[in-house]
């Protein structure tokens, strides 16, 4: 039997796991990422718990086929290097070869919003398909584009910037210096300020009932009161909902995908998010309904989608 090792490093927390070659996590560790540290430290644990995690399934490494990792920021996945990743505060650092001398296995490096998009197209929410889009909805609008079944990276692996897309010209100040990007209106942070707005116009609002101050407004306050009847809230959340539409019509009118997958925490909404999304792409990306057919998905795989991506590079 081979395995496979999956990491995936955040700016808090490492997650490091086993992965069978249909993409179950066998076993899986989290430990604290520490970036005040040299990133040779950061390797050196993450290749002890490559070792223990093995060790634990009574797995020789010489039975896994590699280890794939997944980081923020720029990666170049051809030389396999952390070009700059400002939340880890690495710079020009040779991942892939500092593991490898340290495991003796080969190391395949990829950004992580790429790595989770590849997990869910190959083992969660699109494994039936082989051109997906995976959109998540978090602190920002991240994502990845999967064509036949292969992550496109573009030019020196830099990936995609689905989330900096102009959808309003002239719109929102975006967090990369540019106006009316999708990210500064169907991120979660945008969902957020929108949501402020309209209680602060709306003082008899049932969001206030939601969220007594305006600290305790998070992503789902207005979802929550939308199904109740608020009519603020149904005009934030119905707002919210058409500037991701129109940015699912754009990913749809460019990539043609099969199915576009959705993840990060504003998909806990589930089908108050995917209902009046398939209307909207239905009724507005080119060719409408004569289709073909975008079927619209929530993510499944949940925060295992990075680890299990970054094993998917060594498939
Ligand atoms: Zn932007």
């Known amino acids: 039997m081979m395995y496979i ?37 950061v390797a050196d644990d993450i290749a002890r ?13 010489a039975q896994l086929k590699g280890v794939g990792v997944g980081c923020p920021g720029s990666i170049n996945s051809e030389t396999g290097c ?37 997990g869910e197209a190959t083992f969660g929410a699109g494994r039936q398909y082989r ?16 064509i036949g079944g292969k992550l496109f990276e573009g030019n020196e692996s830099k990936g995609t910037e689905l989330g900096h897309t102009v959808i309003q010209r002239g719109g929102e100040l975006c967090t990369c210096g540019r ?32 969220a007594p ?17 608020d009519p603020a809230a149904k005009r934030v959340v119905d707002e919210y909902l058409e500037a991701l539409g129109e940015g699912l019509c754009d990913f749809i009118n460019i990539f043609r995908p099969e199915a576009i997958i959705l993840g990060g925490g504003v998909c806990a909404q589930g089908d108050a998010l995917l209902t009046p999304l398939r ?27 990075g680890l299990i991506g970054a094993a998917s590079l060594l498939l």
Do not use: Q
């Not at 070659?21 to 990133?39: F, H, M, Y």
């Not at 718990?49 to 797995?59: G, N, W």
């Open 131 to 146: 051109d997906v889009v995976f959109i998540t909805l978090g602190t920002g609008v991240g994502g990845g584009v999967i």
């Open 213 to 229: 101050t305006l600290n305790d407004v998070s992503g789902r306050t207005a979802f929550d009161c939308a199904k109740e009847g």
């Open 49 to 61: 718990e490559v070792r223990s995690l093995a060790d634990k399934l009574s797995v020789p490494l």
């Open 179 to 210: 106006r009316g990007c999708l990210e500064a209106y169907a991120s979660a942070t945008a969902l957020i300020r929108d949501t402020k707005v309209a209680m602060r116009k709306n003082k008899d609002s049932l969001m206030w009932k939601a």
């Open 279 to 305: 209307v909207f792409t239905k009724n507005f990306s080119y060719g409408g309904e004569h289709g073909p057919a975008v079927e619209l998905l929530i993510a499944t795989l949940g925060n295992d989608a």
């Open 82 to 118: 952390v070009d700059y990743a400002n939340n880890i505060g690495w710079e020009g650092v040779p991942l892939s070869k500092g593991l490898s001398d340290r495991l003796g296995l080969s190391v395949r490096l990829c950004n992580d919003a790429n790595a989770a998009a590849l």
């Open 5 to 41: 090792a999956g990491v995936d490093i955040g700016g808090t927390n490492i997650k490091t796991g086993i992965v069978g070659l249909d993409g179950r996590v066998l076993k899986k560790s989290s430990i604290r990422t520490g970036v005040e540290r040299p990133w040779e430290a």
